[in-house]
């Protein structure tokens, strides 16, 4: 094939994708247009797109009941029943144990009520999320006024649909600073009325949780009323409430008698921290037993050694209690007793210092210390050794005596030793020193000997005084004329060749 077969071929090739791209916006064109004629009627459009919007604002409004199922639950159902059968019959006749407690089909129900104030907690802090995340439409600022789930649900439904909140009765609710802020904000709040179906749905959620509410009261009612048979030890030293809340999280009683002590002191504890915010107020490793009355009255920065003391009873309380042993609660009741007594001691404050009397005025001079004059002076009075040998008396042997005019002395074991009188000992710390200048002039003096004499004895004249200072050495007669000391050159004569 030539090259201008190839660019004819080329050419044809362009034509026709050209063609078919036509075609195509054209067959565009004609969907649009026949879609714009068929839908020249403006009202009919507006009309469909509120329906539309309308519902899709009520769809999002879901029935609580399809987010919170805890309701629906058989073992919601059964638990509830049951507990309302055990509370219809007197508690004496209940808990009739057996070989041990895990048996008893009461201790079960106990169990199970304590699982389920947890999944009770749990649903409602769901419901809690859903009334913020719907009512917000109508009352934005109302989340951070009122944090807490509960009261949240009573204002919501307090306030309904009204957009006049001075009508609105709040005071059985929140305390009354808060109903002047809420009254505040809900006059300058942004939020819009809702529709009867969302406002339905949202008061519906408002009542389940106050529901759910009363039943965790119900169960935990129940439940405190049976601790005193259950573990009546470890009630008695923290509580049935703390007990009770104790033996739930465990998983019961023995399960939470194999905890040891160390570990009860932070069973239950919030380990949750959000993040980025501070960790001052955290309470990381205070579990339940932080709850405990004795604790919560007791001043803060005691509470962790207290928490200690009332742990190391705990689990002992709960081995009792296993075992069944006192099941008056006796020893759980002398627990406490003895815990009570550790934290008076620790609540003492410490012992006040002694206050120091002023001293008398005018009273003279004090007694010091002895030094050397002090012991000199007692020295002289100190008692000799012939007192002392006056004052013995030998065993079975009678002793002499000095007679008087009209008395007479005995002499003790005196003239019975050998005599011989032992020489004093010298004290050194009351012997008399000599200070420098007198050592000066003792060294400067001869040390000559008491035999030395100044007489000599020569054959002229006999005996003759001699001035011994006048006397030289051996040697130092032949130095006095060139080599003594003071001698000095005074005048040399050069023609003096001698």
């Given at each position: 094939m030539s090259d201008t077969e190839d660019?004819?071929?080329?050419?044809?090739?362009?034509?026709?994708?050209?063609?078919?791209?036509?075609?195509?916006?054209?067959?565009?064109?004609?969907k649009f247009s026949s879609y714009d004629l068929n839908n020249?009627?403006?009202?009919?459009?507006?009309?469909?797109?509120?329906?539309?919007?309308?519902?899709?604002?009520?769809?999002?409004?879901?029935?609580?009941?399809?987010?919170?199922?805890?309701?629906?639950?058989?073992?919601?159902?059964?638990?509830?029943?049951?507990?309302?059968?055990?509370?219809?019959?007197?508690?004496?006749?209940?808990?009739?144990?057996?070989?041990?407690?895990?048996?008893d089909p009461e201790y079960q129900l106990i169990i199970s009520a304590n699982n389920l104030t947890v999944e009770i907690d749990n649903e409602i802090v769901i419901i809690h999320k859903y009334l913020r995340d719907h009512y917000v439409t109508r009352f934005p600022e109302l989340e951070q006024l009122v944090p807490n789930p509960l009261d949240y649900a009573r204002t919501v439904k307090a306030i309904g649909k009204e957009m006049d909140l001075s009508k609105v009765d709040l005071k059985p609710i929140l305390p009354s600073g808060t109903i002047m802020i809420v009254n505040i904000q809900g006059a300058a709040t942004v939020g819009k009325p809702l529709s009867e179906t969302q406002l339905s749905h949202i008061l519906e959620a408002a009542q389940l949780a106050l529901d759910f509410d009363d039943d965790r009261t119900k169960i935990l009612n129940y439940v405190e009323s049976r601790m005193t048979f259950i573990a009546p030890n470890l009630s008695a030293i923290v509580g049935t409430r703390t007990a009770a809340r104790l033996m739930g999280v465990a998983g019961g009683i023995a399960a939470l008698s194999r905890i040891p002590s160390c570990n009860i002191i932070t069973l239950g504890a919030n380990r949750l921290v959000a993040t980025g915010l501070s960790r001052i107020s955290n309470k990381a490793h205070e579990g339940l037993i932080f709850s405990a009355p004795i604790i919560q009255s007791s001043p803060p920065d005691l509470r962790k050694k207290f928490a200690r003391i009332l742990s190391n009873k705990c689990a002992l309380?709960?081995?009792?209690?296993?075992?069944?042993?006192?099941?008056?609660?006796?020893?759980?009741?002398?627990?406490?007793?003895?815990?009570?007594?550790?934290?008076?001691?620790?609540?003492?404050?410490?012992?006040?210092?002694?206050?120091?009397?002023?001293?008398?005025?005018?009273?003279?001079?004090?007694?010091?210390?002895?030094?050397?004059?002090?012991?000199?002076?007692?020295?002289?009075?100190?008692?000799?050794?012939?007192?002392?040998?006056?004052?013995?008396?030998?065993?079975?042997?009678?002793?002499?005596?000095?007679?008087?005019?009209?008395?007479?002395?005995?002499?003790?074991?005196?003239?019975?030793?050998?005599?011989?009188?032992?020489?004093?000992?010298?004290?050194?710390?009351?012997?008399?020193?000599?200070?420098?200048?007198?050592?000066?002039?003792?060294?400067?003096?001869?040390?000559?000997?008491?035999?030395?004499?100044?007489?000599?004895?020569?054959?002229?004249?006999?005996?003759?005084?001699?001035?011994?200072?006048?006397?030289?050495?051996?040697?130092?007669?032949?130095?006095?004329?060139?080599?003594?000391?003071?001698?000095?050159?005074?005048?040399?004569?050069?023609?003096?060749?001698?």
């Open positions: 660019l004819l071929a080329m050419l044809d090739s362009d034509e026709e994708s050209g063609n078919e791209q036509l075609n195509e916006n054209e067959e565009t064109n004609s020249l009627n403006p009202s009919k459009d507006n009309n469909t797109a509120q329906n539309t919007d309308t519902n899709s604002k009520e769809d999002n409004v879901k029935n609580i009941y399809k987010i919170s199922k805890l309701t629906a639950s058989d073992n919601y159902k059964e638990i509830l029943k049951k507990i309302d059968d055990f509370n219809g019959e007197p508690k004496e006749k209940n808990l009739q144990l057996t070989s041990t407690i895990e048996q309380a709960c081995r009792m209690d296993l075992s069944r042993e006192y099941p008056d609660g006796s020893y759980g009741r002398k627990f406490r007793e003895d815990a009570d007594k550790q934290m008076e001691r620790l609540i003492e404050p410490p012992p006040s210092k002694n206050v120091k009397a002023l001293p008398v005025p005018d009273d003279g001079p004090k007694k010091r210390r002895a030094g050397r004059r002090v012991r000199k002076a007692k020295e002289a009075y100190a008692i000799t050794d012939l007192q002392k040998a006056r004052n013995r008396m030998a065993f079975g042997e009678a002793e002499e005596e000095a007679m008087g005019i009209d008395s007479s002395e005995g002499l003790g074991m005196v003239g019975t030793s050998s005599g011989k009188i032992r020489a004093a000992a010298v004290d050194t710390r009351i012997k008399g020193t000599l200070n420098k200048r007198h050592k000066a002039i003792i060294n400067a003096t001869s040390n000559a000997s008491g035999f030395t004499t100044s007489l000599s004895f020569t054959p002229a004249q006999g005996i003759e005084l001699e001035n011994p200072d006048l006397r030289q050495p051996k040697g130092e007669a032949g130095k006095d004329k060139y080599f003594k000391n003071f001698k000095k050159f005074l005048y040399v004569d050069k023609n003096n060749k001698n």
